[in-house]
């Protein structure tokens, strides 16, 4: 005796065939969105990153500018004034405070 299929239904090896295309579907549509997810995530993350390390270098560099800048007023003070020491440690405590205050 042989299985008969009622008329409008689809055969087993249809049902498999769309079960396995719908599966390769779905898989490809969450993929692409994991993908998605993925980049949007690690773009945010190296714009902030990029952003932190922008700053850093500006407060490095404003810090670097203060203390060449308190080098060289101090060097060029103690050059034409060398017979004046109290003055010249008066000069490197009124420096330090602006160094100080940029570096935190």
């Known amino acids: 005796m042989s299985y008969t299929q009622p008329p409008g ?3 087993p090896g249809q049902t ?4 396995l295309v719908f599966t390769v579907l779905l898989q490809v549509a969450l993929q692409s969105f994991s993908g998605a997810v993925t ?3 690690f773009t945010h993350q190296l714009k902030q990153v990029s952003l932190r390390q922008s700053q850093q270098l500006s407060a490095s560099l404003s810090l670097f500018y203060l ?3 308190s080098f060289w ?5 103690t050059t034409a004034n060398a017979h004046n020491t109290k003055d010249f440690l008066k000069l490197c405590r009124t420096s330090t405070p602006k160094v ?3 570096a935190s």
Do not use: G
């Not at 498999?16 to 079960?19: D, G, P, V």
């Open 9 to 11: 239904r689809p055969s």
């Open 16 to 19: 498999c065939r769309l079960i």
């Open 67 to 69: 203390l060449a800048c």
């Open 100 to 102: 100080a205050l940029l």
């Open 73 to 77: 007023k101090a060097f060029l003070w």
């Open 39 to 41: 980049y949007l995530y």
